[in-house]
């Protein structure tokens, strides 16, 4: 095989994978096994007109395994229409027999590369067949255009959504990276206490043993708190990258928020953010900040976006609220993604939706132990 075919043939099913069934599928399903049956008996003069609404309504099920079986259920359709077409002298000329054009799309869109060289040659050998018998020059054309048609419709979809994945992915990796930082600046800060507590309590060990007993206490809770976030950047982050490290911003940086405008910008805090870990207040700073970001963008005739963060002894709620347009629900963008990316990693959850009353609005839940463990 040349490189090309040889790229086709090995080419993995599409990802992200889809989902097995959906209740639209049955809602697909209901609705056209109903209409084969009025479309065959409104129209007598089709030829063998039962037959083919039979053998339809018999192949609606592999709709229901289009997108986990997509070759197997293309096969099993163009077949069963092939082997019945010989026998019966005719194709099948109920409108309804368009459904079939579904399995071609979810070979092309979901399939592997096999699968989709398969259902190739499995549409390819059913429309010679129809070709081989009586039929028209705009027939034929109509038919080849209809099958060119949905496999360019579904390749583009499915490169499109190709790229998408490797766009969040990078997303996530450049997420991870800069909390990396972070994290590593925090442990630095953490070490260099460490490392002056221990002068401090050599020099002062024999003339004051109770500095150097208080040395020693706060020593053994800075080394806490950095073998914690140590543990925190050892199992969420595996590549750190080589990148200049900045001082971390935290819960007290939000105010920076409000420098920038319109729409202005409102920062309530409540609780204290002395005790929370560095990780947790960088994440966030930085899931406020993305937010912000975000309604200044996006959100219509906004004048006020609401920073509220609530400090509990377990957990940080943080919710930023702008006053905008309802807006619908739309897909989740890169920085939406960035921002669960961030609350997951930490053991926490992030949502961004309209508002029931008007707006958008961000919340996230951080557990204070998220950033420890």
């Known amino acids: ?36 049956v009025v479309e065959a008996a409104a129209r007598p003069e089709v030829p063998g007109r039962w037959i083919w609404a039979a053998v339809l309504v018999a ?27 010989l026998f ?3 194709d099948p000329q109920l409108y309804t027999t368009a459904y079939v054009i579904v399995l071609l799309y979810a070979v092309m869109r979901w399939g ?47 490169w499109r959504a190709a790229v998408r994945a490797r766009e969040l992915d990078r997303v996530r990796l450049l ?24 002068q401090a309590g050599t020099v002062l060990g024999a003339d004051d043993p109770d500095a150097a007993t208080a040395a020693l206490r706060v020593i053994e809770d800075e080394a806490a708190r950095t073998l914690s976030e140590m ?20 819960i007290a940086e939000l105010d920076r928020l409000t420098a920038a405008g319109p729409p202005a910008v409102q920062v309530t805090v409540t609780g204290s953010a002395g005790a929370l870990p560095s990780p947790l207040g960088t994440t966030v700073f930085r899931i406020a900040q993305e937010a912000v970001t975000n309604a200044r963008r996006h959100a219509r005739h906004a004048t ?47 949502t ?5 009353d008007g707006g958008w609005v961000v919340a996230a839940e951080l557990p204070t132990s998220g950033a420890r463990a």
């Open 231 to 250: 543990r925190s950047m050892v199992r969420v982050l595996r590549q750190a990258g080589d990148a200049d490290l900045e001082p971390s911003p935290g």
């Open 175 to 198: 997420e991870r990276a800069e909390l990396a930082r972070e994290l590593h600046d925090t442990v630095a800060h953490h070490v260099s206490a460490i490392a002056i507590q221990a």
């Open 112 to 158: 592997s590369g096999r699968a989709m060289v398969g259902g190739g040659l499995v549409v390819t050998g059913g429309w010679l067949v129809s070709v081989l018998r009586p039929t028209t020059p705009g027939d034929v054309v109509g038919s080849l255009a209809v099958i060119v048609s949905t496999c360019s419709i579904a390749a583009a979809l499915r």
């Open 1 to 36: 095989m040349t490189s090309p075919v040889r790229a086709l043939w090995n080419t993995p099913a599409a990802v992200p994978a889809p989902p097995a069934r959906v209740w639209r599928d049955w809602v697909l399903v209901g609705v056209l096994g109903p209409l084969i």
């Open 304 to 350: 006020l976006v609401d920073v509220t963060v609530g400090i509990a002894p377990d957990r940080v709620r943080l919710e930023v609220r702008d006053d905008g347009e309802a807006a619908a629900s739309v897909r989740p963008g890169f920085g939406i993604t960035g921002m669960i990316e961030r609350a997951t990693m930490l053991g926490g959850a992030c």
């Open 88 to 90: 019966a002298g005719a």
């Open 59 to 85: 192949l609606l099920p592999t709709l229901l395994w289009r997108r986990t079986r997509p070759f197997t259920m293309l096969a099993i359709a163009f077949a069963a229409t092939s082997v019945v077409g």
């Open 352 to 356: 961004a939706g309209p508002a029931p």
